[in-house]
């Protein structure tokens, strides 16, 4: 089941599971809170707990973000739809971003109505969240915000002792939703999007350049967009670029797996398997690179096999 034609019921996160069903955690919470919960990163977590009399000296990523949830229920004393639009009123910082995450990712009625309003609001973080929420509900009004929000990098703040680092609201998400919400627009928004999913790929080959190979989050962004372009039958996207091979062969691949709609095509859970040079995607993959793309075997095969970076660790996301 591709997460982006069944949402918000299809997994995002691998570790959403773990929150909603008993036996992996404390406490059960729905999934559109799991959801802003993995979204986010929080500074401060809790401490360190004791558990049967052990000290536990390290907790799993999963485990912080259900403590965020825990935290976040405690703090405003609920997580239903009421709460929820009360955080959005009353709160600041990532609880407010928490509150537009999970009920982004709800199947509250009226959401988008509720989300809308931000589009316009002062706070640049603000209005990305609720875009990429409506966009993954297919609400052609956050489309301009969309727009320059694919373009720009993750805001950087200079603190007292003038080092350079990501506003703290900003991590974790703003880079993430990057990887999410092309594979929505590869089959869905106006053609305008053409031009600013091009612009994107683009500026993200460039930052990866000075690289071997790129990191499993610029990755993500790169299978995402490209496959993206290749979906609208944008092959030529990067005709006449000049790239390191690295680069070319992964956006060489998911430009075809795009046009070839072999996402959908296929099962998207067991990729390792379907491209296989022998298995039936592998072959017509392989076959397509050739002709397309006027690559000799070896480079085919070598593009064929550009996808195996491992995901970020600590992140989950499917595909």
């Known amino acids: 089941m591709l997460w982006w034609k069944e949402f918000p019921e299809g997994l995002i996160f691998k570790e959403e599971e773990w929150f909603t069903k008993p036996g992996y955690l404390p406490r059960q919470y729905p999934r559109y809170l799991a959801r802003a919960c993995?979204?986010?990163?929080?500074?401060?977590?809790?401490?360190?707990?004791?558990?049967?009399?052990?000290?536990?000296?390290?907790?799993?990523?999963?485990?912080l973000a259900w403590e965020v949830a825990e935290a976040f229920v405690e703090r405003w004393e609920g997580e239903d739809e009421e709460t929820l639009k009360r955080v959005l009123r009353e709160g600041e910082g990532r609880d407010r971003l928490a509150a537009v995450f999970a009920l982004g990712h709800s199947a509250f009625e009226g959401v988008n109505e509720t989300l809308a309003p931000l589009l316009e609001h002062p706070d640049w973080l603000l209005r990305c969240a609720a875009a990429c929420c409506l966009v993954l509900r297919r609400d052609e009004r956050a489309i301009p915000v969309i727009e320059r929000y694919l373009l720009l990098p993750v805001p950087i703040a200079v603190d007292s002792k003038g080092q350079v680092s990501v506003v703290p609201e900003a991590s974790g998400w703003y880079p993430l939703y990057k990887r999410l919400v092309p594979w929505v627009l590869a089959e869905w928004g106006?053609?305008?999007?053409?031009?600013?999913?091009?612009?994107?790929?683009l500026q993200h080959c460039r930052e990866a350049e000075d690289h071997s190979h790129p990191?499993?989050?610029r990755a993500g962004c790169l299978k995402a967009l490209s496959y993206a372009l290749g979906r609208r039958g944008a092959l030529g996207a990067l005709h006449g670029i000049r790239l390191p091979v690295s680069l070319r062969w992964l956006t060489s691949l998911y430009l075809t797996l795009g046009y070839l709609r072999a996402i959908e095509r296929f099962d998207c859970e067991d990729l390792h398997t379907q491209l296989q040079p022998e298995a039936p995607l592998g072959r017509e993959v392989l076959t397509f690179l050739q002709d397309h793309f006027a690559l000799d075997e070896g480079q085919a095969q070598a593009a064929l096999k550009s996808w195996r970076i491992k995901q970020t660790e600590g992140r989950g996301i499917l595909l």
């Open 38 to 63: 993995l979204s986010l990163t929080y500074p401060e977590q809790g401490p360190i707990r004791e558990e049967a009399g052990t000290e536990e000296t390290e907790r799993p990523w999963y485990r």
């Open 215 to 217: 990191s499993p989050t």
């Open 190 to 201: 106006p053609s305008s999007l053409l031009s600013q999913l091009r612009q994107a790929l």
